[in-house]
């Protein structure tokens, strides 16, 4: 290997974080009146200064395949990052999943408060379909606007949205309160939409950027779904086996919830089959793109690895 | 005048009804995995069968300006209308203005709980998007791209989403419970940002649907901002005069709440002399589309002395 994956991760990150960090500043943009300082301090605190920026990195290391350099592709890599830390903010609700902790940090309601972290959302999410209009996202407006329509696709009721939906449900909050007994079929929809839809349209959108070829495309796809459950299975394990202190967040949370996940459903070892399986399935969708594939298959083994 | 604006309003309404019905249908979109069921009821709850539908009538209506049908403007009219819905979810939530009735109706989380409202109100907010991302929306990329710029700024931190943050600090929510003593200005500026900014990006976006010039642009602008600030002081006029039967929601308690509207800050006949003038300037606005701005001019009126 004649790269770091670290350094590429640290690279992507940073230039995402500096984008952010410009999106969200003080000044009002045209067509704004004023942002307000407390909305805003709250939209920082849910976005900047945390977060591997793993979906930045797979919108520019995808980007990077079609010769587009990471400069024309952070301001997409920025958005769906927006569309992320929104999904946290709302998803650490006390009325969702009543988190405290995120990042190593005190979650948006806890350090403001409620009313506040719900409009950060709000405002994250809406933020992020502002950068994708913006030429400096793409020349085209015509790819601009496939980029609107994948991450909404995505992001919103038939994925992301749905999935935390799914999720709460699972748990048994609309059911009297005991966790559904959820056949393999309905964790792997679930898992899908919550966590595998966004990484997954990270790649596309990469594609997108760099005018691939349906084929390409479409391999891309593949890779980022298997990436995709590959990154929620290690999750699950990570959720059993973890320590808060290595992942930032609490832990032991789904066994307390019996809630079903790969990993309760299949069992430990099985599950890291299936992890291991995954891996190689997206290292083989990158095939046609050769060597210039080794960075997305290193990250896929990165993913299914990671402590945190 | 040889049309009626009640069967206009009637008609824009009953287009958008149909288009949001088209757009919360169960069945799942490419890109979309399935849709949760219990999600679509609670969307549907929150966007169908209620309100004015003012700002679809005012997208139909700009564009109509510009001889553009209005089933070519209904996407876009349907994706504001989106926009609105949402915020009313995430407005009526217990951590934000905590209201139990809509429309005459049980607000979603009462209808529904906490959590899903929140998601079918990010949701819908994802949705706008989406259906602004679609070739029915209009043929040309980039004019789609336009109007998502044009919505995203109007409804995000710089507008709407701003706009009730300026509205729970104007409560006193942030600093002891003690309504803020605001200036007219900050008070515009609230007004202008949380319910101004879409009402005016509705007849913008009609405009960016007609093509229209720089100019017919900017005159509907003004007609919009003209027409928004109308609208809010109607609603503060409302919240004193008009009885719960009436408005479908709660009244008195902007005077319960001790919050400065223009009405508690000019008092009653001050207020009703601004709103007229309002009125005035909306329709003086229109005088470069001459006698085709007579719906325009006359919607202005109505807002106004609208009684629910």
Redesign the interface.
């Known amino acids: 290997m004649t790269f770091s994956l670290k350094d590429r991760l640290d690279a992507s990150a940073a230039a995402t974080e500096a984008r952010l960090a410009l999106a969200l500043a003080d000044a ?9 300082e ?3 301090a709250a ?1 920082r605190h849910g976005a900047l200064g945390g977060g591997k920026r793993l979906r930045p990195f797979l919108v520019i290391e995808s980007a990077a395949l079609f010769g587009i350099p990471a400069d024309q592709a952070v301001t997409a890599a920025t958005a769906i990052e927006c569309i992320h830390c ?1 999904s946290l903010v ?1 998803d650490d ?1 006390p ?2 999943d009543d988190d405290d902790l995120r990042r190593g940090r005190p979650t948006v309601h806890r350090a403001f ?4 972290a ?2 950060a ?3 994250l ?3 992020a ?2 950068l ?3 030429e400096d996202a793409h020349p085209d ?2 790819v ?3 980029l ?12 992301m ?2 999935g ?3 999720d ?2 699972a748990e048994g ?2 059911s009297g309160g005991t966790p559904l007994a959820l056949a393999e079929d309905a964790i792997r ?1 679930l898992q ?2 919550k966590t595998g ?1 966004l990484l997954a349209v990270s790649v596309e959108a990469g594609a997108l950027l760099g005018g691939a070829t349906a084929d390409e495309r479409a391999a891309l796809l593949a890779y980022g779904r298997a990436l995709g459950a590959a990154f929620q299975i290690a999750d699950d394990i990570l959720d059993v086996e973890g320590t808060a202190e290595e992942v930032g967040k609490k832990v032991g949370k789904d066994a307390a919830a019996g809630k079903a996940t790969l990993v309760s459903r299949l069992g430990l070892p099985a599950a890291r089959t299936l992890l291991d399986r995954l891996v190689a399935d997206a290292s083989a969708a990158l095939a046609p793109f050769g060597a210039r594939g080794a960075v997305l298959a290193e990250a896929a083994l990165f993913v299914a690895n990671r402590r945190n």
Do not use: K
């Open positions: 009002a943009l045209p067509g704004e009146r004023l942002r307000p407390r909305l805003m939209m929104y709302h609700l009325a969702m408060d409620e009313a506040t719900i409009l959302g709000d405002g999410l809406t933020l379909f502002d994708l209009a913006g407006p015509a601009r606007i496939a609107v329509r994948a991450l909404a696709r995505a992001s919103g009721i038939g994925g949205v749905g935390q939906m799914l709460l449900a909050r609309f929809d899908a939409m839809a």
